[in-house]
């Protein structure tokens, strides 16, 4: 049924049926022609306006206050942090005016240049720290992979990059796991479970303490980076002259962070969630979390629509009607399954005449009459069961994907066949760069939170209690 409308079978072809699936659902429409570059269209918009209404709310919950940075870098900030700059100059946009010989200025590729020589100006005493500020923009790369909506952008769009600065390294820690706390909410807002692991020295910023990344399993057989929580310590202070006097009259750099994610959250949500009619949306996301579908002829259209918008108006919920005469109902349960609506209710002179309304849950397809009293009770626990069953799913989809791995041989059976292979690591970066050599496509991206039992690294067989993860990335 999927391909005989046009949407490829899930399993069949992850990739085709994600990018089919983010048209037909109207979140972007990528035909627009600069590569890497997409329109936002409607529901997609929404969707992500949700996300951030409700990071906005979080991160102000907690004192994190929202600011706006100017889109124009000039050369000159680049060039404060000279390995900043030496990461991110063949990924930049050049801009230039019609009266420049040549481009002095730069789109933003990360917030850091743009932010930090301002840090320097408003932080001058201890009073002024901690510093804790965020935005939402968009953030521009020159991308030269293969690029994918969503997923590897050229315009990383709605993305937020909370930026702090504090007195002391204890008290840039305890942002830090804040900062975790924070992401756990959000993620569980999408019904996703992450994988969330350490990064070594040598794969975070330079000069950096540590970073935590987000990690998701998509159904691709890869994990996608999903948002990072990087302790700068003092390397941007430094370079970006970021110092304020203490309490005891001395001058000191401030203790850095730096956090941030965005429409990826929007990528893990559609590939993991789903299925072969298209998207499944959690109810806390979803733009429309019921849709109505009158169904009617013409003598019965006026009663039956007229039912339909009563019920709408007193449902406490974001609600929809479907009334479109030039559609079949058919044709409006597959248009609205495409989008992800949690709940359809169908609604025709029987459901009026025997005040007993149909409802479909998205995930699962099951039908139930509901009496029409009962209604709106029933759909808020069926929208808070699919919520939680979601997420379920999603962490079922995560300890299915994880296997232990001892050698060589069981890393590439399992990495490089769309799984993830649990293996313990020594720490060192050749080892680390070794995995990279069992198969192409496989790195070891990160390692566990917590050390683990003993064991022996995968690869030089020394004695460890670090345990990593090892897949396909995108």
């Known amino acids: 049924m999927a391909e005989e409308e046009g949407i490829t079978a899930k399993k069949k072809d992850f990739s085709e049926w994600y990018n089919q699936a983010v048209f037909a659902a109207g ?15 409607n529901y997609g918009y929404e969707i992500m306006l949700n996300l951030k209404n409700f990071w906005d709310l979080l991160f102000r919950e907690h004192g994190i206050k929202e600011m706006y940075f100017p889109l124009l870098v000039p050369e000159k900030y680049c060039e404060q942090n000279p390995s900043w700059w030496e990461g991110f100059k063949d990924q930049a946009y050049w801009v230039k005016s019609s009266d420049e010989d040549k481009a002095s200025h730069i789109l933003r590729p990360t917030g850091e240049p743009a932010m930090y020589p301002m840090f320097s100006t408003w932080i001058r005493s201890h009073r002024d720290l901690p510093f804790r500020i965020y935005e939402t923009v968009s953030s521009f790369r020159y991308e030269t992979k293969h690029t994918r909506p969503l997923i590897r952008d050229r315009e990383i769009t709605l993305w937020h990059e909370i930026h702090t600065a504090h007195a002391s390294s204890e008290e840039a820690e305890k942002e830090a796991s804040l900062h975790q706390k924070l992401y756990d909410i959000i993620w569980r807002k999408c019904a996703l479970l992450p994988l969330k692991v350490v990064k070594p020295e040598w794969e975070i910023f330079p000069g950096a303490v540590g970073a935590v990344e987000y990690y998701n399993y998509m159904p691709s057989g890869k994990v996608m980076e999903n948002g990072s929580i990087n302790n700068l310590g003092q390397a941007y202070s430094k370079k970006f002259n970021i110092k304020f006097r203490d309490k005891d009259k001395k001058e000191k750099y401030a203790w850095q962070l730096c956090t941030g994610n965005g429409a990826r959250l929007l990528a893990a949500v559609i590939g993991v969630h789903g299925d072969d009619k298209g998207l499944v949306l959690p109810p806390e996301i979803a733009p429309v979390q019921v849709v109505i579908v009158p169904i009617y002829n013409n003598k019965t259209k006026s009663k039956v629509v007229g039912k339909a918008q009563q019920l709408k108006a007193k449902l406490p919920f974001r609600v929809e009607v479907d009334d479109r005469d030039e559609f079949t109902p058919g044709w409006k349960f597959n248009y609205w399954e495409m989008k992800g609506v949690p709940v359809r209710i169908e609604l025709g002179e029987r459901e009026i005449a025997g005040k007993t309304i149909t409802v ?8 139930e009459k509901i009496a029409e009293k ?14 939680n069953d979601l997420l379920e799913n999603s962490k079922k989809q995560l300890e299915v994907a994880v296997h232990t791995a001892k050698n060589k041989k069981e890393i590439s059976s399992l990495a490089g066949n769309g ?7 020594c720490g060192s970066e050749k080892c680390w760069g070794g995995i990279k050599d069992i198969e192409e496509g496989i790195e070891l991206f990160g390692t566990d939170l917590k050390k683990s039992g003993k064991g022996k690294c995968v690869l030089c067989g020394k004695a460890t209690d670090t345990v990593g993860y090892v897949a396909n990335t995108y």
């Open 374 to 387: 009962l209604l709106e009770d029933r759909i808020k626990k069926l929208l808070g069961s699919m919520q």
């Open 419 to 425: 799984k993830i292979a649990k293996v313990h690591w």
């Open 27 to 41: 979140i972007l429409d990528k035909r627009y022609d600069v590569k890497g570059l997409n329109v936002w269209m």
């Open 360 to 367: 479909a849950r998205r995930d699962t397809g099951k039908k």
